[in-house]
């Protein structure tokens, strides 16, 4: 039966359909995937095609047993023949039990080839297909430009996310959170993880966001922040002590704070506060502090918690 196939490109490997797995080698086999050498064969292979091959597919639901046939003056033939690794022709051991083929001589052969050129001539059960796999095969050799592979690399591994991404999931540009000084200082690929970042909060209530270079992390974090913020929803940061004065810094009105003008607003907490039932952090009176009603908790160096901070988490 005619199958489709979608096309694929010489930097990535090229899943077969099974009856196509034959021609490519078996597991026990080199294949030529991203080899540096692979465009120039696959050029090669193309002009073979060309001067001497003619490949046609069976149309039909009807199954052909497979037989290899020599065409002489004495034709030869070899049943049942599997497919054309060297496994399948008995050259190698392969992961069979055994193989085994049967050579079949004149004159019994004759009815072999006999009954190949019968269907191989009949049009109404298989339809010449060279074109098509010389199509598959030339793009093996065909050159894309850098954008093209950066943009279907992030379509492959991000595709499955993508179809089930809806509107509600995404970044609303209505609150204002771009025209922020936080905003306007990241680079564009911080922009990006800041929208990624929103969606995935949005869909699945949580996301990781990998440690950059100097302030990368941070600001990025400052951008999610202002985006709740400027939808009128309760921030918490937690961090290490150490670092509170960094946190501290860009939501104070003071003067090195380059984010001043954003008056961030969110809440500066320990990780180790998340243990404590009472006593004061900084200003902050744990005793009466109502944890549940943060909308977005950040935190700052994660891999710090301690076993018994996280069995007290509680929100």
């Known amino acids: 039966m005619q199958e489709k196939t979608a096309k694929a490109r010489r930097e990535f490997y090229i899943p077969r359909r099974n009856r196509e797995k034959a021609l490519h080698g078996s597991e026990?086999?080199?294949r030529l995937r991203n080899d540096f050498s692979q465009k120039a064969i696959s050029r090669e292979c193309a002009d073979w095609i060309r001067r001497k091959v003619c490949f046609k597919s069976n149309q039909t639901a009807?199954?052909?047993p497979n037989f290899m046939t020599i065409d002489s003056a004495a034709p030869v033939t070899y049943a049942p023949v599997n497919g054309f690794t060297r496994a399948?022709?008995?050259c190698e051991r392969g992961s069979n039990l055994f193989t085994m083929i049967n050579r079949i001589d004149a004159p019994q052969s004759t009815q072999y080839l006999e009954l190949f050129n019968t269907i191989w001539n009949d049009k109404q059960r298989l339809q010449d297909v060279t074109d098509t796999v010389l199509e598959s095969i030339t793009t093996a050799y065909q050159e894309n430009s850098p954008e093209f592979l950066y943009f279907f690399a992030l379509y492959n591994i991000f595709g499955d996310f993508l179809e089930h991404v809806s509107e509600d999931d995404l970044p609303s540009d209505t609150n204002g959170f771009k025209e922020s000084i936080v905003w306007n200082k990241l680079y564009t690929f911080?922009?990006?993880a800041t929208l990624a970042i929103i969606s995935k909060l949005e869909q699945f209530n949580g996301c990781i966001l990998a440690d950059s270079v100097g302030l990368g992390k941070?600001?990025?974090?400052?951008a999610v922040i202002k985006y709740y913020e400027n939808r009128n929803l309760r921030v918490l940061v937690l961090c290490h002590k150490k670092l509170s004065d960094n946190w501290i810094t860009y939501k104070a009105n003071y003067r090195?704070?380059?984010?001043?003008?954003?008056r961030l607003h969110y809440d500066v907490l320990y990780h180790t506060d998340l243990s404590r039932e009472q006593g004061f952090?900084?200003?902050t009176d744990l005793s009466k502090l109502n944890w549940a009603a943060y909308d977005l908790v950040v935190i700052d160096e994660s891999h710090n918690f301690r076993k018994h901070t996280l069995r007290k988490f509680r929100f």
């Open 256 to 262: 090195n704070n380059p984010l001043a003008e954003d």
């Open 218 to 222: 941070t600001f990025t974090a400052l």
């Open 88 to 90: 399948d022709l008995g």
């Open 281 to 283: 952090s900084g200003e």
């Open 190 to 192: 911080q922009k990006d």
């Open 62 to 64: 009807e199954g052909i």
């Open 28 to 30: 026990f086999e080199i």
